[in-house]
């Protein structure tokens, strides 16, 4: 299939996920043309079958903003045209799908659309008055639309599907996954003096720092956990909240023990150094980072948000808790960092969990199956 693939290329897991799914998908053969800003962050080196479009937006005296919707409507058409694309699959509501709507009213009712909804296109977008309209007409349109777990497509339907004109519009859950090839636990116990001293625990946070992923709390349940035991806290990326975050680390005294290593690309290797990640979002249609945590091995302790209990088993492969039941995420990461026997026992039930839900192959094939009925019809 030819196949042009829009998303956010920065930092963030629906970029991760659709740079991902069009690498895995030109690995099976398929022409993947990604229609972006800029080059996504995860495309890394020279792929065969994978070409990139860049979009760009001019600045006009008349215009107070420059027209990227269009200029990116416009660009997928004629990719679409030129390379006699089948279908393009974006990814955020907002306004990929609407861009791609306009594209396939250009080129032709053969180019196909496949939204696929991350979280907060519907979570906080959906909610603002200015951009409901238009969510709910790109949703409308697309050819198939699915999301990342079964708790969004429900939020979804709730949302856009009841009393609106959508109301019959099916939403397919296909999961995030990850490249077990990338993702596996990485033997770095030499790094971990870099980190931390010898007998203390490394706990884990990454994020973009803002204001739904309680950077707060994770801060805060540290602070008990490290009231207790040896241990220092990793903090992996930036956002709004950082200063706050800082401030909080100061007043409690943490300087020594949490350490803050900023954005960076490649996770793995620190993931695997860690022996827990927090996860304690308000919102979080899936949370691609406890599943990365999981293919290395690593137990997560998360909030119930969301889709996080669709990805975090808990008792299994993690301990989950109310929003902000910060002295219960603490006692229950105490409870698995003492306890030598249950710690293994998560660990692995993690590993088996992603191998058989959430491997690349798995997912890319139920996105494969889904072009294929689209083409058919
Ligand atoms: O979490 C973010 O703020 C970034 C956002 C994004 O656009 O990448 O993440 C959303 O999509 C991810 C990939 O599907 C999910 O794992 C995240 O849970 C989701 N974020 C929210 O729902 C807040």
Excluded: W
């Excluded at 996954?177 to 971990?192: I, K, M, N, Q, T």
């Excluded at 192959?361 to 494969?368: D, M, P, S, V």
């Amino acid at each position: 299939m030819r196949i042009g693939i829009t998303c956010y290329p920065s930092h963030g897991g629906s970029g991760v996920v659709a740079t991902e799914l069009g690498k895995l998908l030109a690995e099976k053969g398929h022409d993947i043309h990604f229609i972006t800003y800029d080059m996504p962050f995860r495309l890394g080196r020279f792929h065969q079958n994978i070409r990139y479009h860049g979009v760009e937006a001019h600045r006009y005296a008349v215009f107070k903003y420059p027209p990227y919707d269009l200029a990116l409507a416009s660009r997928m058409a004629q990719v679409a045209k030129e390379y006699q694309l089948d279908l393009l699959h974006v990814h955020y509501a907002v306004p990929h799908a609407i861009a791609a709507v306009l594209a396939k009213q250009m080129v032709g009712d053969h180019l196909k659309v496949v939204t696929t909804l991350h979280g907060t296109d519907i979570t906080v977008l959906g909610e603002d008055p200015s951009l409901r309209d238009v969510i709910c007409f790109g949703i409308k349109h697309s050819d198939a639309v699915t999301a990342v777990s079964d708790d969004l497509a429900r939020q979804t339907r709730e949302l856009f599907c009841v009393n609106t004109d959508c109301v019959n519009k099916e939403i397919e859950r296909i999961y995030n996954f990850v490249d077990l090839r990338v993702y596996y636990p990485r033997g770095v116990e030499h790094l971990r003096e870099q980190y931390s001293d010898t007998g203390e625990k490394l706990l884990l946070h990454i994020s973009n720092f803002r204001p739904v992923k309680r950077p707060l709390d994770v801060i805060a349940v540290f602070h008990r956990i490290a009231s207790e035991i040896p241990a220092r806290l990793l903090l992996v990326g930036e956002g709004p909240e950082m200063p706050k975050v800082i401030q909080q680390v100061q007043e409690l005294g943490l300087e020594e023990k949490v350490v803050f290593l900023g954005k960076q690309d490649e996770v793995a290797q620190l993931i695997s150094l860690a022996d827990l990640l927090l996860l304690p979002s308000e919102k979080e249609s899936f949370g691609l980072v406890a599943l990365e945590a999981m293919a290395c091995g690593v137990p997560t302790i998360a909030s119930t948000a969301g889709g996080i209990p669709e990805v975090v088993t808990h008792g299994q492969t993690g301990f989950l808790a109310q929003v902000g039941a910060i002295e219960e995420m603490a006692q229950y990461a105490l409870m698995l960092l003492r306890d030598e026997t249950m710690y293994q026992a998560f660990s692995e039930a993690g590993l088996d969990r992603v191998k058989q839900e959430f491997c690349g192959l798995k997912i890319a094939g139920q996105y494969e199956a889904l072009y294929q009925r689209l083409l058919s019809r």
